[in-house]
């Protein structure tokens, strides 16, 4: 039952991501035995990310769709239309989303972006270079956000943020780390409240 109807199909959704797949893997595990939602398709942009693998050791069939294929919607949604999927997470997607898949999905692709938006987001700004900018600034905090998204890299509204502390110590690869460690936490149980629904 969810909020007093009842549910006998999953909720289907995919995960986007160009580069190694850590949240990805931590999401197939959190939905691995879920009730009411699974992930039914990983797509890449990138013929040689680990997402590509992470999707094997789950079982999730996985697909590369090329850079320049995103902006014709009749390669791209056939493969979304045949798994049913209805929901997007992108894990570290570096393509910009083409505004008909926006349209398609309209409020139903969520992003993490590994910084406390609106600061260190835009165009170029992802991974590595996101904790480089935030070790030069001499920030005392960064974090994760998670927000909807739109036709601009980072602009959607957004639904969670969390910080962390960052000691004057750290390097840029110490930040990323601990970045990454809670968006593994948080991702997947914010992905669950957004399909299902619920207020965040
Ligand atoms: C994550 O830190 C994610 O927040 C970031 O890429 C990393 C992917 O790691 N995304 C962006 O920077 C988007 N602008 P993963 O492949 O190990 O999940």
Known sequence: ????????????FAILASGAGSNADKICSYFKDHPHIQVNLIISNNINAGVLQVAASHGIESIVIPKSSWATPEIVLPDLRTKEITHIVLAGFLLLIP??????????????????????????????????KVKLSGDVISGITIHEVNEKYDEGDILFQKEINIDPEDSADQIAAKVLEIEHYYYPRIIEQWVLGKNL
Request: net charge positive.
């Open 1 to 12: 039952m969810i909020d007093g109807k009842l549910i006998d199909t999953k909720i289907n």
């Open 99 to 132: 505004s008909w898949l926006v349209h398609e999905f309209k409020g139903h692709i969520i992003n993490i972006h590994p910084a406390l938006l609106p600061k260190y987001g835009g165009k170029g700004m992802y991974g590595h270079h996101v904790h480089e």
